[in-house]
Nanobody
Framework: VQLQAFGGGLVQAGGSLRLSCVAS????????MGWFRQAPGKEREFVAG????????YYADSAKGRFTVSEDNAKNTVYLQINNLKPEDTAVYYC????????????????WGQGTQVTVSS
């Protein structure tokens, strides 16, 4: 499975971004897609996830309200909509694919994209 994330950029606080992650390869083996982020000097943290079967979504507490994860199975693409961006959202955002529904741990995801940088200016 190969993942490619894109859509990051430099935005002002209060703005919005939609990140995309395109999966290719053995996508039938994927049961869950997740979004993580890693700020400088910090550990990679879970943001949101979505199950491939049924599309159930789940979020980190810090992401509830401003982040929305969605998918387009026909395009093998998962999205992360981020609204009302804050400077503390600045990080590299990664998409990941795994086989454990509801997974939030980094170790639960076997496949990772290259990351896309989100920078929020105040």
């Amino acid at each position: 499975v190969q993942l490619q994330a894109f859509g990051g950029g430099l935005v002002q606080a209060g703005g919005s971004l939609r990140l995309s992650c395109v999966a290719s390869g053995r996508t039938f083996s994927i049961y869950v897609m997740g979004w993580f982020r890693q700020a400088p000097g910090k550990e990679r943290e879970f943001v949101a996830g979505i199950g491939r079967s049924g599309g159930n979504t789940y979020y980190a507490d810090s992401a509830k309200g401003r982040f929305t994860v969605s998918e387009d199975n026909a395009k093998n693409t998962v999205y992360l909509q981020i609204n009302n961006l804050k400077p503390e959202d600045t990080a590299v955002y990664y998409c990941a694919a795994g086989q454990s529904s509801g997974a939030t741990r980094v170790s639960a995801y076997a496949y990772w994209g290259q990351g896309t940088q989100v920078t929020v200016s105040s």
